[in-house]
């Protein structure tokens, strides 16, 4: 299936590495010239790099999206890097030391650095990039929600559960705001992902997890990227203010020790 994404131009948010970095992949491929960015100035622009020695045309613009300035500059730059911006997929976010405990044990600090870099992020980029899209009559902005949502939360994540839920919310109330204009915002929702940051897990916490998915295994990078783009092409252009779920059919949580 042609995608129609040949010539379009990208903005990745948190493509470094990850999710971000397999959905600029994917949409390369497709033929879309990528922009990425994140706040790893090395890392951005060694998968750049990586991008035009694969034959991708790749620009990089490194920078803070959860900041206002940092998201007006990144849109900017990733705008005028290839003249025009069609596609924004908010990726970037925290996570680490400031998830893990119980809301009555948060610092203040743990529940506002997860809603600014997840949520934040995903409001200003949007609100920066659709002038963009609306100069080329085209746009798609696919956000980042999680299956904490879909599956009600689980405990030690409420700022994190907080911020993809206003991911979602988001959403659905801006894709009613610019569907009108051919600009379409939908949001994934994906389970666990295969990434560096499950490598880290014991064996016995990943076997815990495969174990209560239907599908017996956890999502792979590329996986998530192929639904990106999708959302992202010409096929997907009556898909608007949609949530896809991408958890393997896990709804529920019953972690145990995970």
Not at 38 to 59: K, Q, Y
């Amino acid at each position: 299936m042609d995608l129609g994404l040949d010539g379009k131009v990208a903005l990745v948010t948190g493509a470094a590495r990850g999710i971000g970095r397999a959905e600029a992949l994917v949409l390369a491929a497709e033929g879309a010239r990528i922009v990425v960015n994140d706040i790893d100035p090395e890392g951005a622009d060694a998968f750049v790099r990586e991008l035009a020695g694969a034959g991708h045309a790749a620009a990089v613009a490194v920078g803070d999206v959860s900041l206002e300035d940092g998201a007006r500059r990144v849109v900017a730059e990733a705008a005028a890097a290839f003249g025009r911006l069609d596609v924004l997929v908010n990726n970037a976010g925290a996570g680490g030391r400031h998830l893990g405990r119980k809301a009555e044990d948060l610092d203040i600090e743990d529940f506002d650095i997860i809603v600014r870099t997840h949520l934040r992020s995903t409001f200003l980029c949007a609100k920066h990039a659709i002038p963009a899209m609306r100069a080329g009559g085209f746009g798609r902005i696919v956000n980042t929600s999680s299956m904490n949502v879909t599956g009600g939360g689980r405990p030690g994540v409420t700022n994190y559960s907080a911020a993809k839920a206003g991911i979602l919310g988001f959403t659905r109330t801006l894709a009613k705001e610019v569907g009108a204009e051919g600009i379409t915002v939908n949001a994934i929702a994906p389970g666990y992902v295969a990434t560096d940051f499950i490598a880290t897990f014991s064996p016995e916490k990943r076997a815990v997890i495969t174990g209560q998915n239907p599908i017996g295994r956890f999502c792979q990078p590329e996986e998530v990227g192929a639904l990106v783009a999708f959302l992202c092409s010409q096929q997907a252009a009556f898909i608007n203010g949609a949530l896809i779920c991408m958890d393997g059919g896990k709804r529920d949580f019953h972690w145990g020790d995970a």
